[in-house]
């Protein structure tokens, strides 16, 4: 695993409402501090991305993403266990708290626990979730290193060190209420 950078410095980035970088699953990702809509504005503009389809968060625990849902049925939240950690994204019933820049026309919030181990280790020792959406302009292949990252984006985003992971997909979105899968 691929050691992070100075921790207390991407914290400072990320409240100043800066743009990462970081390795994922599939590809690198970009990313922000949720609630920084300036940030998440960023991000839009570098992928070409319209606000409307809405972003995932990620974390390494779901108490990472409890301030942006509404509670959970016991239920629920007793399968999650078969999504997570892992490559399932769950389409999630949003609490009053949650920004709309996150769900863009949505009423539902997309999240995920992480299974990468520096993702995880990067959300772990932030102590937060964050935006996850592929690194690349829409319509384009996903970069796959923080170099491709940095030609790409030049200083309008920070690359963390990093290795991507072995899947080869996006993450699979699902929606537990309906059952239904949105991404395979």
Same mark, same amino acid.
Request: charged share 25%.
């Given at each position: 695993?691929?050691?992070?950078?100075?921790?207390?410095?991407?914290?400072?980035?990320?409240?100043?409402?800066?743009?990462?970088?970081?390795?994922?699953?599939?590809?690198?990702?970009?990313?922000?501090?949720?609630?920084?809509?300036?940030?998440?504005?960023?991000?839009?503009?570098?992928?070409?991305?319209?606000?409307?389809?809405?972003?995932?968060?990620?974390?390494?625990?779901?108490?990472?993403?409890?301030?942006?849902?509404?509670?959970?049925?016991?239920?629920?939240?007793?399968?999650?266990?078969?999504?997570?950690?892992?490559?399932?994204?769950?389409?999630?019933?949003?609490?009053?708290?949650?920004?709309?820049?996150?769900?863009?026309?949505?009423?539902?919030?997309?999240?995920? *626990?992480? @299974?990468? !181990?520096?993702?995880?280790?990067?959300? =772990?020792?932030?102590?937060?979730? %964050?935006?996850?959406? #592929?690194?690349?302009?829409?319509?384009?292949?996903?970069?796959?290193?923080?170099?491709?990252?940095?030609?790409?984006?030049?200083?309008? *985003?920070? @690359?963390? !060190?990093?290795?991507?992971?072995?899947? =080869?997909?996006?993450?699979?979105? %699902?929606?537990?209420? #309906?059952?239904?899968?949105?991404?395979?």
């Amino acid at each position: 695993m691929t050691p992070l950078p100075d921790i207390a410095a991407v914290r400072r980035h990320l409240e100043r409402g800066g743009v990462i970088a970081y390795a994922t699953e599939s590809c690198y990702g970009l990313g922000c501090d949720p609630r920084k809509r300036n940030a998440v504005r960023k991000i839009l503009r570098l992928k070409g991305r319209p606000q409307a389809k809405g972003l995932i968060l990620i974390g390494s625990e779901f108490t990472q993403f409890r301030r942006y849902l509404a509670p959970v049925e016991p239920e629920l939240a007793a399968r999650f266990k078969d999504y997570w950690p892992g490559p399932t994204t769950l389409l999630l019933p949003t609490s009053r708290h949650c920004p709309p820049w996150l769900t863009g026309r949505h009423t539902k919030l997309a999240v995920r *626990v992480t @299974a990468h !181990p520096e993702a995880a280790q990067l959300c =772990r020792q932030l102590d937060m979730a %964050l935006v996850s959406t #592929s690194a690349n302009r829409t319509g384009r292949k996903p970069l796959k290193t923080a170099a491709a990252c940095r030609r790409a984006f030049g200083s309008a *985003v920070w @690359a963390l !060190p990093g290795r991507i992971g072995r899947r =080869r997909r996006p993450s699979t979105i %699902l929606d537990p209420a #309906s059952g239904g899968v949105l991404r395979v």
